[in-house]
RNA sequence: GGGCCUAUGGCGCAGCAUGGAUAGCGUGUUGGACUUCUAAUCCAAAAGUCAAGGGAUCGAAGCCCUUUGGGCCCA
């Protein structure tokens, strides 16, 4: 058991002085003090100052009074402080031992929440016609995330990517490669999806604007792009297919690794469309619309004051959220799958494998990618249209909140890296584009980073070769972009800037991962290992008592950030666990202090610390090296 | 016209779900600490009417209402 262990015991016996009093039970809370008012306080005495006609103040004392003769491992003492708080003070010899040898346990951190039922969550999800740029990133570094730590709440998680392989972005690069003769093989070793964005892309739709036949064209290739067996679709198809190649590679690159591909494609052309559809009718949940704007089209009507919205036109066409609702209905399980599985032609990274839809026959694999649950990562600009198919599906299954959207605030440029992008905004931010070309790459994000950082390493340690180099600069990169993804909350907007976003100090990523190699490299030094059968009692310390503390918290901040799905839960955690660990790190010396007992007892803090840290680090796909 | 998000030291953020103690952190500024387990570190100082106004409450950064600034979505 961990820091839980001594709230649920004061918890247990304030309820039982609460019935000894016979005061009916009341929701009061019992939480990690603020440095300085003990270990654990609670704000009991304030909730009962009405009923008992007495002041927090004085509840407290009395209730503190009571405490005193409750059975106690825990506690020490518990104190009235003249606020009226009720704080209380931890045993620390037998704490410490609990949290520690918690800690070392492969279990470690494991919160039940899920009950090993399965759940969704969808991610990623770009356009397969261009590099994944920085604002792709935040919605594939929350959907790892929160993967990660839902997994480690006991859910099991299909991740899926859809991939949008017939929409009208895929329509304009093919309108490129037939009407504009672009290239099949990129020029000068250029990446495949590179190639496809900044110059297929945008150089193709910059015509747009000066020739209007071109969109007669670009409605023919999308017509055509629907009928699976026509030539467009399969060169689409195979170009399409490039482009993941590589967008799955800087994925892969930053750790983040997929269940299945899902193909909008084949969505369309799997008939699961007209199957919801005629659903929808059954359960009068869409509606014909005989006159007025909407007449002749299928809608599903507003809520309130909200607009209807049209989901098939008066001509008969689906509109774009006709793909969006039987696909939500899919990932929840509610259709017969149409889909056979393959495996995807290249191995993904740790050996998990990736699986992609297929219709053809002849592979008759089935598979269950769908869950109980579904969390679709989407950023909020599609609030709306997620908040209808949310309403929808509730329709759909009992399950109480089975589909969830998780939105999240998007990633502008500042104004100084718009600029070196060709773009005066005035001193304002500037909103993404990867159809104007105003965007910075994933990937090139990476590449100047891991150039700082190689540099950086480098100039500490001449002594190191390339290839040790090489790896230290690799995962403090990509530490440091996933952190910087993830650290603030999601409804903040993220404005990228080139060069502030590579401070390498404070509160980052390198940061924690420095803490993780001091620790490291204590371990490495000491002759011993180090194990748990230690005197607990040396550990007295404010700092290692903090330390501790912080250690014992980890479940608990497992628990907050599945239940709320808030990936920055575990970024405040790692970080204030490095804190703590480096005002330890500076007022204990652990190696030659020429005593044996403390000297054992602190080497079991920093292996308890290195374990949970990089457990926690774990949940955010970081890894520390070991010396950097 | 309708809807969503946001406002906290110069700058960037946490705290808000579940009201209660002294509003925390990074960065920047000023000063200090490497003969001592790695200074990507640590310590200290200055810097805040928590956007504005009102309301309910013994008590509000947090809850309710109104207004304003910024961003986004739909029409």
């Given at each position: 058991m961990t820091f839980k262990s001594i709230i649920d015991e004061i918890e247990n016996n304030l309820n039982k002085i609460l019935s000894d009093l016979s005061i009916s039970s009341i929701e009061f809370s019992v939480e990690p003090a603020k440095p300085g008012f003990g270990d654990v306080s609670s704000n009991i005495s304030y909730l009962l100052a009405k009923q008992l006609?007495?002041?927090?103040?004085?509840?407290a004392e009395i209730l503190s009074e009571k405490y005193s003769k409750c059975t106690n491992t825990l506690v020490l003492k518990s104190e009235a402080h003249p606020s009226g708080y009720l704080n209380f003070f931890a045993n620390w010899e037998k704490l410490s031992q609990l949290i520690l040898s918690e800690s070392y346990l492969d279990t470690c951190g494991d919160v039940d929440i899920g009950n090993g039922s399965t759940i969704v969550v969808e991610h990623t999800s770009v356009n397969p016609n261009k590099a994944l740029h920085i604002g792709h990133i935040r919605n594939i570094i929350i959907g790892d995330t929160v993967s990660r730590i839902l997994e480690k709440a006991n859910y099991t998680v299909n991740v899926l990517n859809y991939i949008d392989d017939s929409g009208l972005q895929v329509a304009d690069i093919i309108v490129g490669f037939k009407h504009f003769g672009y290239a099949e093989e990129p020029p000068n070793g250029k990446k495949f999806d590179h190639y496809c964005g900044d110059d297929v892309y945008v150089k193709t739709t910059e015509k747009y604007d000066t020739d209007p036949s071109l969109e007669e064209i670009r409605k023919n290739i999308l017509k055509e792009l629907e009928d699976g067996d026509s030539e467009i679709a399969k060169f689409a198809d195979k170009i399409t297919r490039k482009v993941l190649a590589g967008q799955l590679e800087t994925c892969w690159n930053l750790g983040v690794t997929y269940d299945c591909l899902n193909f909008e494609s084949q969505i369309i052309r799997s008939g699961l469309w007209s199957e919801i559809f005629e659903k929808l009718k059954e359960m009068k949940l869409v509606e014909f619309?005989?006159?007025g704007k909407n007449g002749g089209c299928w809608v599903i009507r507003g809520e309130g004051k909200e607009e209807d919205k049209v989901i098939v036109r008066s001509n008969g066409t689906a509109t774009y959220i006709a793909k969006d609702i039987p696909y939500a209905a899919w990932k929840l399980g509610l259709l017969e799958d149409p889909f056979n599985y393959e495996k995807y032609e290249k191995e993904q990274p740790h050996s998990?494998?990736?699986?992609?839809?297929?219709?053809?026959?002849?592979d008759k694999i089935s598979k269950n990618f769908t869950g109980e649950k579904v969390v679709t990562v989407i950023d909020s600009r599609q609030a709306r249209l997620q908040k209808i198919i949310t309403s929808l599906m509730g329709k759909f299954k009992s399950v109480p909140n089975a589909y969830n959207h998780l939105g999240y605030e998007s990633v502008t440029l500042s104004s100084e890296t718009a600029k070196t992008l060709g773009l005066d905004t005035d001193g304002k931010q500037a909103q993404m584009s990867g159809r104007k070309g105003l965007y910075v790459s994933a990937d090139s994000v990476y590449e100047i980073l891991k150039e700082k950082t190689s540099e950086e390493t480098k100039n500490r340690h001449p002594e190191?070769?390339?290839s040790e180099i090489e790896t230290i600069a690799h995962l403090v990169s990509v530490g440091t972009l996933r952190y910087e993804m993830i650290k603030q909350d999601l409804d903040k907007i993220i404005t990228f800037d080139l060069t502030k976003s590579l401070s390498l100090e404070?509160?980052?990523?390198?940061?924690?991962?420095?803490?993780h190699a001091r620790a490291s490299r204590i371990l490495e030094k000491s002759d011993r290992t180090p194990t748990i059968d230690v005197d607990f009692s040396l550990l007295k310390d404010k700092?290692?008592?903090d330390l501790i503390r912080n250690i014992g918290l980890f479940n608990l901040q497992v628990r907050d950030a599945a239940s709320n799905l808030s990936p920055k839960v575990i970024a405040r955690y790692c970080y204030d666990l490095a804190v703590a660990f480096n005002s330890f790190y500076e007022k204990s010396k652990v190696l030659g202090l020429g005593d044996v007992e403390l000297e054992n007892s602190r080497l079991c803090l920093v292996n308890s610390f290195k374990i949970v840290l990089e457990k926690s680090l774990d949940l955010l796909g970081i890894k520390a090296p070991d010396r950097m």
């Open positions: 006609q007495k002041s927090p103040k004085e509840i619309e005989n006159e998990r494998v990736l699986w992609q839809t297929t219709l053809k026959e002849s190191m070769d390339d404070g509160d980052t990523s390198p940061y924690i991962q420095y803490t700092s290692e008592l």
